[in-house]
């Protein structure tokens, strides 16, 4: 039922099956087409027999800027996943670790270091799915969202900073195994 | 100057002295213009004088602002270069007026030139990067074709590559002369054959060759060589064994193998596919590429399609199987959906295979191994959400034994043996969604004589299930469906132990028993789709207790589960068609459709919405703000959004995708639709329009010869219907979705209706006023005769009718022929016979609009005259536009014709009294018609005022369907049972009524004149 490919322009007018979702955020024009024109090859989808987008990973490679050079926050040449979504209908198929092993390769290719993402600490679902991936708490960045998922009463909510190593980094430098111990506000992170 | 900020104010030269720059950077524009002037006369360097003519710009006068305009000109007629922090003052200076002048004749040749002076400034990308902000190819070609010979096998290879890239863009934009199209197109083509060719030549391509090394250059050489190059070229280069579509999969990238499938097929060349495909599957084989990553579903079917079509099916077909088969040996390590698309692959296979070899068995004609097939499948994946949708393709391809041994035998196996009782319900709610399937199918049916015993029968068919005379569908058989959908739905309801297991289950099974019954009530309420020119009310012919029937009980699931976008999605079609806009916006508004997903989505709720329920935009915020604030957002350049950053990251392919994609985006039909429904909405109110449709931005592009496209985006509607007939959005819609055709008949009434109510301003006095007076009425002509031409040319294409609703053809009709008879009035002398054509004209549109107005007037016996009046309001909206157009027509003939006699006494340049007489007859059936709809409107505003309307409603849901048989209480009684009986309709009645006030309150507050 699916193919998985390289994002096209006129995917965005597939969407529906992803976007008309309540837990997948719908962007700018502007902002999908960036992702295309800097980095396409980080841009996957899977779509299924009649061409909707069942599925997408959205993901750059970047440094931050050289002014941090020497500030703890700097962060190397590293890939990071901005959204991945799959449709209600595509869920239990293994299609969101698919995309993710496609923008894995991508960052190979690319010769990140590692790959990293946000994630709200309270959704357990996706943490267990990312660390079952490979993935690891690199710090916590305290009231990173505006909001609360399951919470109406707080205001904000911590992110998990996840990260994986790519080939590029040989001696696991950019990961570390106690993650959670690490605090840092959100102007840190870029 | 950055990309995106490109009206900050520049920084004037460092030489310039402190107090001018300080009084620039104040924007103290009068102490800058002073200093500036005392400079110029001290230094008599020019860029003082082009400070002070930018700091003028500035002032409101408007002999200042052209003093800009002019200073460009002169640098374009001076042959040196021009001083770049010259030009950079004189863009941001007319930066309100660069969208009206042609910065390709302007600035941008000025930049071109100053880069070929400068070709190594690093200001020259800058300029490069001015030019395509907007959207000036022809300069920036020019600049990237200097950048790349100034850095000739630099390690910068974007030079190389932006400059084809721009020589191809020219070469496919209408940017480009015809004279030079040619030249552009073989010159992008050669520099990517020879760099293909150094590529090939090499053992390694280094960063300074000018060779194909990156995966995005490889990508622009296939797509320059499919546009300029010959087929055979391009299937040599995808068998390239560094470039080719194989060799690039290998290192991991699909694009070009998927753009080259789809290419060839176009091409017929299924020789090839088949060859690549073979290729490809194998690299997955042979380990070259993680084994299961060429294991597309779409590989596969192409593979066996392209098997289908060779000399020898059956050879080609087993290869197909023999690779298949490797790859299902290995299927236990496949992820999840490679294991899936594997199964599908199977099925694939066995539908392509010769009707001769199904091997039936002979106990069991149906039992081929197309059903086998689909039972293994069912078997694996039968508890997916996709699972129906994944196979329903292939149960509608079925012979009737095959579906009948299906069902029979394999499905109801399935179900006898399913001890778990959450399984066991997910597979009657498939059951019943392959039944309502089946019924759908023409193979189901035979044909039975059409007349028996002398009798003519009305029933064309018999059912092959159940033996019962029939039509297409089978409502013996629907009927059934729904009997069935209902006992599961109620044994669902009655069990605590299955309620409990819901939560942990894909979807509530409820939730597609609810669809599986709405889709069949509807088939039974005959909801067939519209036929434009037979039904001018889109449920004129359909059974209003079946339909509100189907509409309850989708409502009533809603309330279960809220969060289905499918089930929203097609309520708010129903109840659109219903007439209760308010509601089905209320029902829309969760889906939050915003930001990108608009042009996409929009459709579904707002097309035609005016003509429904223009109350609808009397809300305080305006309705259709979002739709407009994303096109100024995404249209804010003239340039694709985000092509700079395709430009300096070397995408290549991104930069062609982003030029069409843009392009397809100015064209769209939902843009079109967005600026149509408002200005309808706002005629209704006697709003004021900001200027004509034509004066939009949006539109400014827009001739008779664009395409405009429609990409409505239906994906998620819960489509259960097979290929043999429409999907469910063609029938739920008010009419034909949106088109290039009736974009360009909207697009040109508009046009049409601002001609006859402009006026000039009040104060506008013209010195010279019958000078004046002869060049509009030349204009007038002249635009009447352009609309008049398009408007005649879009109403008799060949597929025009089929993509309109009966009263928009009437309306267009009518329109263009109105634009021919104001012609036709305005340019014949009082001295001349009125032509023949003048009368024809006039009769024709009273004759078209007698009919649509008889057609408006009439109520079907079968329904109530209330409820008619109230699913028919499009029919009524056009009844009110047309006569409007009719009415204001013959107020603009009147009005000039009061005007020239007022200005020429002696009469001769004044109406000819026939014409004036015509549209004089035009205005009295129009005032007699709009009378006529103010009536309508307050008498339904009076009926829906009354008591009893509950009662009414349930009335009209549950009480008069009495069908010969009886079925239809039987039907009524199980439909009722789902949603709680009448007790249970009654909160649904009431919004459904509700609704309807609103609209006609709306109604009622539009103006009739």
Redesign the interface.
């Known amino acids: ?6 994002f ?3 995917d ?6 992803c ?4 837990l997948t955020e ?5 902002f ?3 992702y ?6 980080l841009f996957q989808v ?1 779509e ?5 987008i069942i599925g997408y990973i959205m993901g750059k490679v970047e440094s931050s800027p050289d002014v941090y050079k020497f500030s703890e926050h700097y962060l190397p040449w590293h890939a990071h996943i901005t959204a991945v979504t799959v449709a ?8 969101g ?2 995309l993710t092993e496609q923008l894995e ?1 991508a960052a190979d ?1 690319n010769n990140a270091f590692f790959v990293d993402l946000f994630v709200r600490s309270t959704n357990y679902k996706a943490i267990t799915f990312y660390k079952s991936m490979g993935y690891s708490i690199y710090r916590v960045v305290k009231d990173y969202y505006g909001d609360h998922s399951s919470d109406p009463t707080q205001h904000s909510e911590d992110a998990y900073d996840m990260r994986k190593p790519m080939k590029r980094d040989l001696k696991k430098e950019h990961i570390r195994e106690n993650g959670e111990e690490f605090e840092v506000d959100p102007s840190d992170v870029w | 100057m950055s990309s995106y900020a490109r009206y900050a104010r520049p920084a004037l030269k460092n030489s310039v002295d402190v107090p001018l720059q300080t009084a620039f950077s104040d924007g103290n524009w009068p102490t800058v213009i002073r200093l500036a002037d005392k400079r110029f006369k001290t230094f008599k360097d020019p860029y003082y004088e082009a400070i002070k003519i930018s700091a003028e710009f500035q002032l409101d006068g408007t002999a200042e602002k052209c003093a800009v305009l002019v200073a460009i000109d002169a640098l374009l007629k001076q042959k040196s270069a021009p001083d770049l922090d010259t030009l950079e003052l004189y863009e941001w200076a007319a930066r309100d007026f660069l969208e009206d002048i042609d910065y390709s004749d302007t600035l941008g040749p000025l930049r071109a030139r100053w880069v070929k002076a400068n070709p190594k400034s690093p200001a020259a990308v800058q300029c490069l990067q001015s030019c395509l902000e907007f959207w000036d190819l022809v300069s920036a070609q020019q600049i990237a074709a200097t950048l790349d010979k100034t850095y000739l096998n630099s390690s910068d290879r974007r030079y190389m590559f932006w400059s084809v890239t721009l020589t191809f863009l020219l070469s496919v934009s209408p940017q480009c002369s015809e004279a030079s199209r040619k030249v552009y197109s073989l010159l992008a083509l050669r520099q990517l054959e020879r760099a293909a060719e150094i590529t090939e030549k090499s053992t390694k391509v280094e960063a300074t060759d000018r060779g194909l090394l990156t995966e995005e250059e490889i990508y622009l050489y296939f797509r320059v060589l499919l546009a300029h190059g010959t087929k055979d070229a391009y299937i040599i280069s995808l068998y390239s064994s560094k470039l080719g579509a194989l060799s690039q999969l290998k290192a991991g990238r699909k694009v070009l193998f998927w753009e080259a499938l789809d290419v060839l097929e176009t091409w017929g060349k299924w020789d090839i596919i088949s060859d690549l495909c073979r290729g490809a599957l194998n690299l997955g084989l042979e380990g070259a590429t993680p084994t299961f990553y060429v294991c597309d579903l779409r590989i596969w079917k192409k593979f066996a399609l392209a098997a289908s079509k060779a000399a020898n099916e059956e050879s080609a077909l087993s290869e197909v199987k023999a690779i298949l088969k490797k790859f299902i040996g290995m299927k236990t390590k496949a992820n999840e959906m490679y294991k899936k698309n594997i199964s599908l692959a199977s099925l694939e296979i066995a539908f392509r295979l010769p009707a001769t070899i199904l091997n039936p068995s002979p106990d069991h004609k149906g039992l081929t191994s197309r059903v086998v097939q689909v039972g293994l499948f069912l078997e694996n994946y039968f508890d997916r959400l996709s699972a129906f949708d994944d196979i329903k393709d292939f149960v509608a391809q079925f012979t009737f034994e095959e579906s009948k041994t299906f069902m029979e035998h394999v499905v109801a196996t399935m179900l006898a043996q399913s001890a778990d009782k959450s399984k066991h319900i997910i597979l009657k709610v498939l059951e019943c969604k392959f039944r309502y399937l089946l019924a759908t199918c023409p193979q189901t049916l035979s044909h039975h004589p059409s007349v028996v015993d002398g009798q003519k029968q009305d029933k064309p068919y018999q059912c092959r299930f159940c033996a019962n005379l029939t039509s297409l569908p089978c409502e013996h058989c629907l009927k059934q469906v729904i009997i069935e959908a209902v006992d599961t739905h109620k044994q669902i309801a009655g069990d605590p132990e299955l309620i409990g297991v819901i939560p942990k289950l894909d979807r509530d099974p409820r939730l597609d028993l609810a669809i599986v019954i709405g889709n069949a009530l509807l088939k039974l309420a005959s909801l067939r789709g519209q036929v434009s020119d037979v039904a001018p009310s889109p449920l004129r012919d359909v059974n209003p207790a079946l339909y509100l029937q189907a509409v309850l009980l989708l409502d009533t699931q809603l309330k279960e589960t809220p969060s289905d976008t499918g089930l929203r999605l097609l309520l708010v079609k129903l109840y659109l068609l219903l007439g209760c806009a308010s509601y089905a916006y209320q029902i829309w508004i969760p889906m939050d459709v915003k930001r990108t997903i608009q042009d996409a989505l929009s459709p579904i709720f707002f097309d035609r919405i005016s003509t429904i329920s223009p109350g609808m935009f009397q809300g305080s915020r305006p309705l259709m703000e979002p739709l407009r604030t994303y096109y100024s957002n995404s249209f804010r350049d003239s340039c694709p959004l985000r092509i700079w950053d395709a430009f300096s990251s070397g995408s290549y392919s991104s930069i062609l995708d982003l030029t069409e994609y843009d392009s397809g985006l100015r064209r769209s039909c939902t843009l079109m639709m967005t600026q149509v429904e408002e200005r309808r909405a706002t005629r209704c109110y006697g709003g004021k329009l900001d200027g004509g449709i034509d004066d939009s931005p949006f539109t400014e592009d827009i001739v008779d010869g664009t395409t405009l496209v429609n990409k409505t985006d239906y994906g998620s509607f819960p489509n259960l219907e097979s290929f043999h007939g429409p999907p469910i959005q063609d029938f739920v819609r008010l009419g034909p979705e949106l088109s290039n055709q009736r974009a360009h008949l909207a697009f040109l009434t508009e046009q049409y209706l601002d001609l006859l109510a402009f006026k000039p301003p009040k104060d506008y006095k013209p010195a010279k006023a019958n000078e004046v007076a002869i060049k509009d009425r030349n204009y007038i002509l002249e635009t009447l005769s352009r609309l008049s031409n398009s408007l005649t040319e879009f109403i008799h294409q060949k597929e025009t009718a089929a993509l309109l609703t009966a009263p928009e053809m009437t309306y267009y009709t009518v329109i263009s022929l109105l634009s021919a008879g104001l012609l036709t009035s305005l340019s014949t002398s009082r001295a001349d016979p009125v032509p023949k054509t003048l009368p024809l004209l006039s009769s024709s549109i009273r004759s078209a609009f007698a009919s649509l107005r008889t057609s408006f007037l009439t109520t079907p016996s079968a329904l109530p005259d209330t409820y008619y009046s109230l699913t028919n309001m499009h029919a009524m909206a056009y009844v009110r536009d047309t006569a409007l157009a009719m009415k204001h027509s013959a107020a603009f003939v009147f009005g000039f014709h009061e005007k020239e006699l007022a200005r020429d006494r002696s009469g001769k340049s004044s109406l000819h009294k026939e014409a004036v007489a015509e549209m004089k007859a035009l205005d009295a059936v129009a005032a007699k018609a709009l009378v006529e709809i103010k009536r309508h409107i307050q008498k339904l505003k009076e009926s829906l005022g009354e008591g009893g309307w509950l009662d009414r409603m349930l009335e009209w849901t549950f009480g008069a369907d009495e069908d010969a048989d009886g079925d239809g209480d039987e039907v009524a009684k199980a439909v009722s049972d789902v949603v709680g009986g009448h007790a249970g309709a009654e909160e649904w009645a009431g919004k459904v009524l509700e609704s309807w006030r609103d609209g006609v309150k709306g109604w009622g507050m539009v103006k009739m004149e």
């Open positions: 039922m699916a193919n998985f490919r390289r096209r322009p006129d965005l007018n597939k969407l529906s099956k976007n008309l979702d309540p719908t962007y700018e024009l502007g999908y087409l960036q295309y024109a800097k980095w396409p090859s899977a299924d027999q009649h061409g909707n209600p209908e595509a869920r239990r198929l293994g299609i670790k698919l390769a290719a």
